[in-house]
C-alpha cells in the first residue's frame, strides 16, 4: 500500500537557523513526490515537484529512492516561512495522498 | 480563472440528514480529488476521478459519493451524515503534465 509518513507535527526554528522537514513514502512503483504548503488563510498549494529539482523560496528537496524519503530543507529559515507543510506522493494511477502535514513555526 | 471552486463554504447538518459538496473547476483538468482534513492527521483521499464517467475510491470512502458526469463538476455526496463526517473537506484538480494538484478553499462541515 502507499504511505506517506512525516514524522514530526509541528517544528520550531529560530530564523536563521536551517530546517528540514522529513518525509518518507512507501510505493512500489515509480513515484512522483511533491511538497505543499498550506500558509494561515490560504489554499493548498504546491511548493516543489522533485521531477523538477527546483529551489521554491530557498527551499530544495532531494528524492532518496534507497531511503525512500524526500526531505524538505531550507539553509536560513524566514518568519514568512511559517506554513503548514504536507509531502504528497502521486502514484502511476493518478492517485495522490498526503502525509499527516508538519507544521513549521520560524520564531523570530 | 477561477481555478477550483467549492461551495458551500460552511454547513452544519445533523445526524442523518444528508448534503452534497459541490466542486467545480475552469482549468480543463481531467483528474479530480475530494479530500477531507482533520486536525493532525493531514488530508486523507475520500475519491479520485480520471476523466469524465471515471470514478475511484480513496483512502476513506465509506460514507460518501461521488460522480463525474463533466469534466469541470465532482460533487461528494454523504448520505446519513455522522459526526465521524465533520471535518474540513478539499477538492482538487490535476493536469497530466506534472501532476500537480490545484485546491478549492475548503468546506467546513460540522455534524451534531
Known amino acids: 500500500a502507499q504511505r506517506v509518513t512525516q514524522p514530526e507535527k509541528l517544528l520550531s526554528v529560530f530564523k536563521g537557523a536551517p530546517v528540514e522537514l522529513k518525509c518518507n513514502y512507501s510505493?512500489?512503483?515509480?513515484?512522483?513526490l511533491f511538497w505543499y504548503v498550506q500558509y494561515s488563510r490560504q489554499r493548498l498549494q504546491l511548493l516543489l515537484r522533485h521531477i523538477s529539482r527546483e529551489s521554491i523560496k530557498g527551499f530544495t528537496a532531494d528524492l532518496n529512492k534507497g531511503e525512500t524519503s524526500f526531505h524538505l530543507k531550507k539553509p536560513f529559515a524566514q518568519e514568512e516561512d511559517s506554513a503548514m507543510y504536507y509531502c504528497?506522493?502521486?502514484?502511476?494511477?493518478?492517485?495522490?495522498?498526503f502525509g499527516a502535514g508538519t507544521r513549521l513555526f520560524v520564531k523570530a | 480563472n477561477a481555478g477550483v471552486t467549492q461551495t458551500p463554504k460552511f454547513r452544519i447538518l445533523k445526524i442523518g440528514q444528508s448534503m452534497t459538496l459541490q466542486c467545480t473547476q475552469d482549468?480543463?483538468?481531467?483528474?479530480m480529488y475530494w479530500y477531507r482534513q482533520d486536525p493532525g492527521m493531514g488530508l486523507k483521499l475520500i475519491y479520485y476521478s480520471v476523466g469524465a464517467g471515471i470514478t475511484d475510491k480513496g483512502e476513506v470512502p465509506n460514507g460518501y459519493n461521488v460522480s463525474r458526469s463533466t469534466t469541470e463538476d465532482f460533487p461528494l455526496r454523504l448520505e446519513l451524515a455522522a459526526p465521524s463526517q465533520t471535518s474540513v473537506y478539499f477538492c482538487a484538480c490535476g493536469g497530466a503534465q506534472y501532476n500537480e494538484a490545484f485546491f478549492g478553499q475548503g468546506t467546513r462541515l460540522t455534524v451534531v
Open positions: 482549468m480543463n483538468h481531467n483528474y
Open positions: 510505493y512500489s512503483g515509480s513515484p512522483e
Open positions: 504528497a506522493l502521486t502514484t502511476g494511477g493518478f492517485k495522490t495522498i
